[in-house]
C-alpha cells in the first residue's frame, strides 16, 4: 500500500478554490446518504423525509435538495451507495477468509448473511415493501434490485471460488441468496441471531456437499 | 362426502332467531378478514384502513368495527385467519402429492414457496414491515409470527417425511422455509417466476441429497 504525501502543494489559481469546494461538495452528498439510509432502517420509509436526513445530517434542506431534487432520488442512492461501500469492504477482507475447505464456505456463507441482516437490509427492505405501493419508486428499485442483485451473486460465486458453469451451481448459489434474504426478513422484528448460526451452519454443510467446496 | 339435508327444521323457540343472526355475524366477520388480506396484498398498511375493508366487504364501517376495535386487530386476525385456511387447504390436498421419491421432493418445495408467493405473503409481508416501527402492532406481529412459522416448519417435516431427530435436518427445514421467504421477497415487485422455478428444482435435488427423501 502506498500512503499519500502529508503535504501536497496546493494547485495554483482558481483551482485552489474549486477543489476544496468540490471535497466539501461530496462530503455533503456522502453524510446524506449515509444518513438515509439510517433513517430508513430506523424508521421506516414514512418516517424518512428529506428533512429528517438533513438534520441528521447537519445539513440545510435545501442543500439536501440541491443534491437530491427528489425524496427518491436520495433513498435509491443512498440504499445504492451503501450497497456498493459494503461490497468493496467485503471485497477488501477476501483475503482474511481461511483457505478452500468447510471453514471457508462457513465464513462466507455467514458473510453473505451478514450482508442480509444489518441495518442496511433493513433499509432496503423498507424501500422495497413501499415500491410495491408507490409508483415513482417501484421502477427505480426494480434497477436497483437487479444491480445490486447481480453483484452480490458474483461475489459470492467468487468467494465460494464455485464455476457457474457446472448445472446447478448457479440455481444453488441463487438459493443461497434467497435464503440469506429470508434470514433478514427473520431478523427483522426480534433477534434471530442464534437460530439463524444453526442454518448458517447447516448451509455451508450442504454447500460443502452440493458444490465440492469442502476441498 | 355427506350432503347436509336441504331442509332442516328450524329449532324452537329463541334459538330460532339467533342461530341464523350467529351465521350472518360469522359470515360478515370472514368476508372483512379476507377483504382485508386482499387490501394489504394491492394496497400496503398505508393504504388499508379499516374504512377501505369495510367498503370492500360490503359492511358498515360501524359493523366492522363491532367485530374488530382497532386497525391491529383487524390486519393480524386476517393474516392469521387465511394463513390458517391456505395451511388447512395444503393439508387436505397432501394426498394428492407424488409417492415419495424426487417428484414428491420437487411437489413439496414448489408447494410451500407458492405459499410464500402469493398474495397472502405480500399482505403478511406488508404488516411485517410496518410492525417494525409502529410499536402497538410489533408485539402481535411477533407472536403472529411465531405461530405460523411453528405451523408451517411441521407441515414441511410432515410432508417431506423427514426425521427431526437427525442432526442437521430440522436446520435444513429450517433453510428451506428462510429460502422461501427470500422468494416470496424476490417476487414482490417483479414476476420472478422463471427464475424461482430452476432454483425450486434444484433445491429438491439438494434436499434429496441431503435428507435422502429420494426414496
New interface residues.
Partial sequence: MTTPPTTTPPPAGQAAARAPQQDRSRATRRRLLEAAVECLA???W??STVSVVAERAGVSRGAAQHHFPTREDLFTAAVEHVTAERLAAVRAHADELPAPGPRRTEAVVDMIVRLYTGPLF?AA??L??????EEPL?ER??AL?NHVGRESHRAAVDFLGVDESTP?V???V??T??????????N???DDSA?RA??V???A??LD??LGTAG
Same sequence: chains 1, 2.
Fill in positions: 430506523e424508521l421506516g414514512n418516517g433493513r427492505l423498507h422495497w415493501v413501499a415500491a410495491a405501493t417501484r428499485i426494480v434490485e446447478g448457479r440455481e444453488t441463487q438459493a441468496m434467497d435464503m440469506a434474504r429470508g434470514l433478514g426478513l427473520a427483522l422484528l426480534t437460530r444453526g442454518v451452519r447447516q448451509w454443510r450442504v456437499a452440493t
